[in-house]
């Protein structure tokens, strides 16, 4: 016969397994140091069990295919929602906007053991689905159904891939980003670090003439230093640029620009070491990005249309070097 007391550390025993058993349902592994350095969106991923609908924060969650769209989430198998999905094969997926810090505090902080979430009073927006049977969350950025189409153990969670069946977006909501633990918005973007430079409209033109409408127009071109001056070729009139043309994309940027230079007859020898240069050419309001890839090189030959030009004579030059 058991003694009271050790009936109690029977009790208490048991007691403590079962509060292990739901922390580890509830936490997965708690974040602790580089991971929470990530900056991420949040998704709710609805589920549907015979006791009904399910839903829970995920973190990570990422688009990895565009055509067929398929979406990859990463879930702890401790989770209803885990389970929900290897039954049924479909979960939605609800990337949160900016206003629902609520709606994902509550999925990604109680289990469906500990309570029916998506039932409490006030705090979800139910919507119903078109190509599958689980339901989908209303006032998100992005609503996704998705057919489970692989499940993949990986470290300590599951990716569940989702093949996208129905996909909408709400032009007007912007997502809750979530980064060392707290939520932040998108209220100021980063203007990329280029240089600008001020040209002439006809110098604007040449280049916006040849992005043809490109966001980023992507030079390659060979830089000549001789004392403070620079080889320059001489396009028209007004137009004196380095040696430089345009390579299609995927091909070996440094053996276009020799090829190019072959082909104009001009004798460089070119340099290995590519050096990047990001420039924005501005006339008033009027712009163009450009990438210029270049190398160093000699003259081997001297040909008839090249010029040399003092490095601040020309405001283009004078970043390039
Ligand atoms: C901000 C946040 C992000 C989370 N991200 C994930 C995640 O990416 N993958 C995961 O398995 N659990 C994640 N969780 C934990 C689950 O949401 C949590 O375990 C939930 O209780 C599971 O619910 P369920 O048992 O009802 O399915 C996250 C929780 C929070 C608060």
Same mark, same amino acid.
């Given at each position: 016969?058991?003694?009271?007391?050790?009936?109690?550390? %029977?009790?208490?025993?048991?007691?403590?397994?079962?509060?292990?058993?739901? %922390?580890?349902?509830?936490? !997965?592994?708690?974040?602790?140091?580089?991971?929470?350095?990530?900056? /991420?969106?949040?998704?709710?991923?609805?589920?549907?069990?015979?006791?009904?609908?399910?839903? +829970?924060?995920?973190?990570? %969650?990422? *688009? #990895?295919?565009?055509?067929?769209?398929?979406?990859?989430?990463?879930?702890?198998?401790?989770?209803?929602?885990?389970?929900?999905?290897?039954? /049924?094969?479909?979960?939605?997926?609800?990337?949160?906007?900016?206003?629902?810090?609520?709606?994902?505090?509550?999925?990604?902080?109680?289990?469906?053991?500990?309570?029916?979430?998506?039932?409490?009073?006030?705090?979800?927006?139910?919507?119903?689905? @078109?190509?599958?049977? /689980?339901?989908?969350?209303?006032?998100?950025?992005?609503?996704?159904?998705?057919?489970?189409?692989?499940?993949?153990?990986?470290?300590?969670?599951?990716?569940?891939?989702?093949?996208?069946?129905?996909?909408?977006?709400?032009?007007?909501?912007? $997502?809750?980003?979530?980064?060392?633990? !707290?939520?932040?918005?998108?209220?100021?973007? &980063?203007?990329?670090?280029?240089?600008?430079?001020? %040209?002439?409209?006809? +110098?604007?033109?040449?280049?916006?003439?040849?992005?043809?409408?490109?966001?980023?127009?992507?030079? &390659?071109?060979?830089?000549?230093?001789?004392?403070?001056?620079?080889?320059?070729?001489?396009?028209?009139?007004?137009?004196?640029?380095? $040696?430089?043309?345009?390579?299609?994309?995927?091909?070996?940027? !440094?053996?276009?620009?020799?090829?190019?230079?072959? *082909?104009?007859?001009?004798?460089?020898?070119?340099? #290995?070491? $590519?050096?990047?240069?990001?420039?924005?050419?501005?006339?008033?309001?009027?712009?163009? @990005?450009?990438?210029?890839?270049?190398?160093?090189?000699?003259?081997?030959?001297?040909?008839?249309?090249?010029?040399?030009?003092?490095?601040?004579?020309?405001?283009?030059?004078?970043?390039?070097?």
């Amino acid at each position: 016969m058991h003694s009271p007391s050790c009936f109690h550390k %029977v009790f208490c025993k048991k007691e403590q397994l079962l509060e292990e058993k739901q %922390v580890s349902k509830l936490s !997965r592994k708690i974040p602790t140091k580089a991971e929470r350095y990530f900056a /991420t969106g949040l998704s709710m991923i609805t589920s549907q069990s015979q006791k009904g609908p399910n839903i +829970m924060t995920a973190e990570w %969650v990422i *688009q #990895v295919s565009y055509n067929p769209i398929i979406i990859a989430v990463f879930i702890h198998k401790e989770s209803e929602t885990f389970k929900n999905i290897q039954k /049924t094969k479909e979960f939605g997926i609800n990337v949160a906007s900016q206003g629902q810090t609520s709606e994902v505090s509550v999925a990604g902080g109680y289990s469906r053991t500990e309570v029916d979430k998506i039932k409490i009073k006030n705090i979800f927006k139910i919507i119903k689905p @078109r190509k599958i049977k /689980t339901p989908l969350i209303g006032g998100c950025i992005i609503n996704a159904e998705c057919k489970l189409i692989k499940k993949e153990k990986i470290g300590d969670h599951f990716m569940l891939v989702g093949k996208v069946l129905d996909i909408k977006y709400d032009d007007s909501k912007s $997502p809750l980003i979530y980064h060392r633990g !707290r939520y932040f918005g998108l209220d100021s973007t &980063v203007e990329p670090d280029r240089k600008e430079v001020n %040209v002439s409209k006809e +110098m604007l033109n040449f280049f916006k003439n040849m992005a043809n409408g490109k966001f980023v127009l992507k030079c &390659v071109g060979v830089l000549v230093k001789s004392k403070n001056k620079i080889l320059v070729i001489r396009w028209s009139e007004s137009i004196e640029t380095i $040696p430089f043309s345009i390579p299609p994309a995927g091909i070996s940027q !440094r053996d276009y620009l020799i090829k190019y230079l072959n *082909q104009s007859k001009l004798d460089f020898q070119v340099d #290995v070491e $590519p050096i990047m240069k990001r420039i924005i050419l501005k006339n008033g309001k009027d712009i163009q @990005r450009i990438n210029f890839v270049l190398y160093k090189g000699k003259i081997k030959k001297s040909t008839y249309r090249i010029l040399w030009k003092s490095y601040n004579e020309d405001n283009i030059i004078s970043v390039l070097v």
